[in-house]
């Protein structure tokens, strides 16, 4: 059978035709379309539906990365305006992941009140979701999974989650559902609320949730579009970066907070040209002061853990759960920053692949320390601190950034 060119031609206007019709929809979308509110309190919260459904969140078509991310439903992370300020959307989650959830808690007994297919949701809840929350941080089953865990104890669980709201009246007899819920799909707005930006912790502002979708503060550009900017500028972000490692291992007097999945994509530089931690699903809380009870057998608590791993893997992020949590206080914050940031070391010796690649000789001149500091933080010798050359490592690119 021919094939002609003027059917070739109709079939080629036909699925250009499809395709913008396609793209002008999503271009008219509602963000209260996406929510997926009626999964509820299988989701995030409602604290945000009111200003949604009121059309004061919208999608922003400003530029290249909003327009692309709006349209194609990138990583299902969205852009838009509120309040006359940038913000971004997430449903953080795949479509595939959420999909597999849904799955899940429709089909298990114990969650099937969760279920938004399920009659019983509107009857009274048969399961001790608080004791589903307390096991999901406590990693019971050893899922290597989990994505926020609680240790060494789960003893102060409601204190960590003092602050987390999620519907926007005060009394919520499902607040343990949506937290289980939360902590499955992805904790990212739990931490969002138990660090709070405005309390100077180096993350987005929390504008809040509806259904399957959180609204937070837009930041900046990854970190990793500034790998070519003027060395004294990455190195005034750099300094920032270590700050930040630092602020979530000591700032807060109960809990110390270590993220697990630390990239330069997972971090975004702000308008003064501080890093900022965007993507936080990952993420072992150690408990500072447990009972004493909980330390039987635990003897190296009172000492400092040094992630020693020196894989000749440039890509590899390798640490321990269980050494992180048998110590009152780990390095692995900076381990994370220096060895797979900063240096990004093949066998932890500082080359030009790392986000403080090429120093200028003039600096190098002036301040000799840099590149032993530098390798000393990707992997410190025997006997040595890395906390402590992450100290010093602040204090000489801060004398760098003032005398430029």
Known sequence: MLVTKASVSSFLIALLILILGIYINRFNLKVAEITERYKCPACFGDSMCQVIDSNEISFEYTDFYSIFNNLFS???VYY??????KVIMKKLAQESELKTFDEMICSDDELHELCYQSESRKQDSKTNFYKLVESELANVGGDINNKMRLCPTTTKLEKLFVNVK????AENEDYFKYLWSTIKINPEPLILQILPAKEGWPTPKYFGACGRLIVEEYIGLPLSSFIDEPWIRRAKIASSLLQAADTLMSKNSEFAFYLT????DNIAVNNEDKAIFVDLENIIIVEKNPPEKALVGIESWNETYTNAVDLDCQDCFVFSPNDICSHKVS???FYAIC?????QALGAVFHNQGFLHDPPDYILQKHPTLIDLLEQCAKPDIGYSRIDIAHKLIVLLDSVIKNA
């Not at 999620?166 to 009246?169: I, L, M, P, Y």
């Not at 999945?261 to 330069?264: A, C, K």
Request: charged share 30%; net charge positive.
């Open 331 to 333: 390095d692995h914050n």
């Open 339 to 343: 060895q797979h940031i900063l240096t």
């Open 166 to 169: 999620f519907q926007s009246h």
């Open 261 to 264: 999945d630390i990239s330069m």
């Open 74 to 76: 990138v990583k299902n």
């Open 80 to 85: 838009g305006k509120y309040k006359d300020k």
